[in-house]
């Protein structure tokens, strides 16, 4: 099959795009990295260098294509809204009119569990579960819009199939766990005195998600599916597995949960003040994922798509933990 896979640059989009090649499908991807795009280029891909706001590049590079993977967004805790508009919004709205123009036969669009993310905590939420009235962060109120914008797509017609992968690690991982790296070393991880249990999800298993959805049956079409390990966890034996993995001294800094609240709005108040402000060292998004569980059920997505997740959370961490010790 002919496959475009926007995103294709970053790290789910690029693990994708891989793993398609090495299936046989002739691959092009859509990304801004032009160095990763060479990369990609040699391994035999077709490079297209553009921003998902460009509607005239995004539409022109579905022209010839199958099937669509839509993983490109702008993912971040804190930020401009014109810029999560920008790659959120407008960048879906470009990928649907590109699929519609040019008649694709399948649109995977990649969403996100941030949606369900409020100040509670929250267990085993499913996919048709209401939804917070008010979006926890920016990230999560674009992400809604792009997922109104492919629903609408699906009742004009376009086939759909959406994903929701909740926390997704592994090597080449850049957001998640170079985070908590980061504040480990710098000042310690937020211990608030309070058990927490997260889901999260190993790259190569939401990858599996992904191509189960190109071949999904037709009665996929317009459905959503939470992603996750099925392996929910103790926030401290997750932090405790990754620093024994990595070899690194877990720094647990104990913390009133409202005093980490009031100055992560202190932090973005005056980065939203201050003119080429870089994210915050502690944003309430980060807080609250440290405070409050958040587990997903994930038996729609076994059931409807066959999904299994194969690769266990300690075996992942593992994996990254190799990749991690490379790369430094």
């Known amino acids: 099959m002919r496959i475009l896979v926007t995103g294709g640059t970053g790290f789910l989009g690029g693990a994708l795009a891989n793993r398609l090649l090495y299936d ?33 590049a995004v539409i022109e590079a579905c022209q010839g294509q199958d099937y669509v993977v839509h993983c490109g967004a702008l993912s971040a805790p804190w930020g401009k809204y014109v810029d999560f508009y920008k790659s959120n919004v407008l960048g879906t709205e470009n990928v649907v009119r590109g699929c519609q123009q040019h008649r694709i036969q399948r649109l995977t669009h990649v969403s996100t569990p941030s949606l369900y993310m409020e100040y509670r905590d929250r267990y085993q939420i499913a996919e048709d579960d209401v939804l917070p009235s008010k979006a926890i962060n920016t990230y999560a109120q674009t992400k809604r819009i792009s997922e109104s914008i492919v629903d609408t797509a699906y009742k004009q017609g376009l086939p759909v199939i959406t994903i929701r992968p909740r926390g997704i690690f592994g090597p080449g991982d850049t957001t998640i766990f170079p985070r908590l790296i980061r504040v480990n070393d710098s ?31 037709e009665r996929c079409f317009g459905e959503k599916y939470n992603i996750t390990n099925g392996e929910p966890m103790q926030m401290q034996e997750l932090l405790q597995l990754l620093f024994a993995k990595l070899n690194y001294p877990l720094r647990l800094k104990k913390l009133p949960f409202f005093l980490a609240y009031s100055a992560a709005s202190l932090a973005e108040f005056y980065a939203n003040i201050m003119p080429g402000a870089r994210e915050p060292e502690i944003t309430r998004y980060g807080v609250g994922v440290l405070y409050y569980s958040q587990t997903l059920d994930i038996t729609a997505a076994r059931r409807e798509l066959g999904f299994k997740p194969n690769i266990s959370i300690s075996e992942g961490i593992e994996r990254f933990a190799d990749w991690w010790r490379g790369e430094r």
């Open 24 to 56: 046989g499908h002739e691959v092009t991807v859509i990304g801004r990295n032009e160095a990763r795009g060479k990369e990609l280029a040699l391994l035999g891909m077709n490079f297209i260098k553009a921003d998902l706001a460009d509607g005239n």
């Open 187 to 217: 000042k310690g991880i937020p211990d608030f005195g309070k058990d927490v249990t997260v889901d999260i999800t190993y790259i190569e298993n939401v990858v599996d998600a992904l191509v189960l959805c190109l071949h999904a049956s």
